[in-house]
């Protein structure tokens, strides 16, 4: 699990290069291994990495005002059955697959897909 973050935040920044800070919003349950994570990340790749913390219903909503303004979180951690109406309003971007897909389920991959593509891991 701890690979497959790193590869996440890989992802990410490499698609977010001229953003000195990449900023996740997460509930509570997250905060602290993603803070480690970061840390270890910044340590390697030379990119901040802010975790903020926020109420888990408040993440969406939060999200939808704040996006599309150029505004609020770089990654999110939510639900599976956001991916559809953020996809629709243009929000996401799809991420790449990777040879260790074979570690989760199909259902699992499918429920952060849409339109063919994936948008978050499980």
């Known amino acids: 699990m701890k690979k497959l973050i790193l590869l996440?935040?890989?992802i990410f920044s490499v698609m977010l290069m001229a953003q000195p800070k990449l900023v996740i919003w997460c509930s509570e349950k997250q905060v602290d291994v993603l803070q480690k994570l970061g840390?270890?990340?910044r340590a390697k790749y030379g990119v901040e990495v802010e975790v903020q913390q926020v109420d888990f219903g408040s993440i969406k909503p939060k999200f939808l005002t704040a996006a599309?303004?150029?505004e609020g979180a770089d990654i999110i951690v939510g639900a599976h059955d956001w991916v559809g109406e953020l996809v629709v309003n243009g929000l996401l971007e799809p991420i790449p697959e990777f040879a260790?897909?074979?570690y989760f389920?199909?259902?699992a991959i499918n429920a952060f897909s849409y339109g063919g593509k994936l948008y978050?891991?499980?």
């Open 120 to 122: 978050g891991l499980p």
């Open 8 to 10: 996440i935040l890989v």
């Open 68 to 70: 599309p303004a150029g």
């Open 105 to 107: 389920y199909d259902t």
């Open 100 to 102: 260790d897909m074979k």
């Open 39 to 41: 840390e270890e990340f």
